[in-house]
């Protein structure tokens, strides 16, 4: 069974920071890029960042670059993605789905995990 599962968010303070997990089984995880989108309430959904299959190429929105890194650890079949410097207009549910490194479009696997939400308040 194809399943990705987020884990991570919180309620943080402006100026804190996140780690976001995002664990997969059902597929060689190896073979796809995996990417984290963002929905907050009354908006579009909007890719966050996304990184290949062997991890040597990542892609950033420009509203999270420079504040956010995605990694991953293939053995454990996990992605990750560090936020930092976390603003209130980063508040949404915090998705992973496979994704195309270039253009930040989810792929043809169509899998979605339940999300993780994420509040930035004081």
């Known amino acids: 069974q194809l399943q990705l599962v987020e884990s991570g968010g919180g309620l943080v303070q402006p100026g804190g920071s996140l780690r976001l997990s995002c664990s997969a089984s059902g597929f060689i995880f190896s073979n796809y890029g995996i990417g984290w989108f963002r929905q907050a309430p009354g908006k579009e959904r909007e890719a966050v960042s996304c990184?290949?299959?062997?991890?040597?190429?990542?892609n950033y929105a420009d509203s999270v670059k420079g504040r956010s890194t995605i990694s991953r650890d293939n053995a454990k079949n996990t992605v990750y993605l560090q936020m930092n410097s976390l603003k209130p207009e980063d508040t949404a549910v915090y998705y992973c789905?496979?994704?195309?490194?270039?253009?930040?479009?989810?792929?043809?696997?169509?899998?979605w995990g339940p999300g993780t939400p994420v509040t930035v308040s004081s």
């Open positions: 789905t496979d994704c195309v490194v270039r253009t930040m479009r989810p792929g043809f696997l169509d899998i």
């Open positions: 990184i290949s299959g062997d991890g040597h190429s990542t």
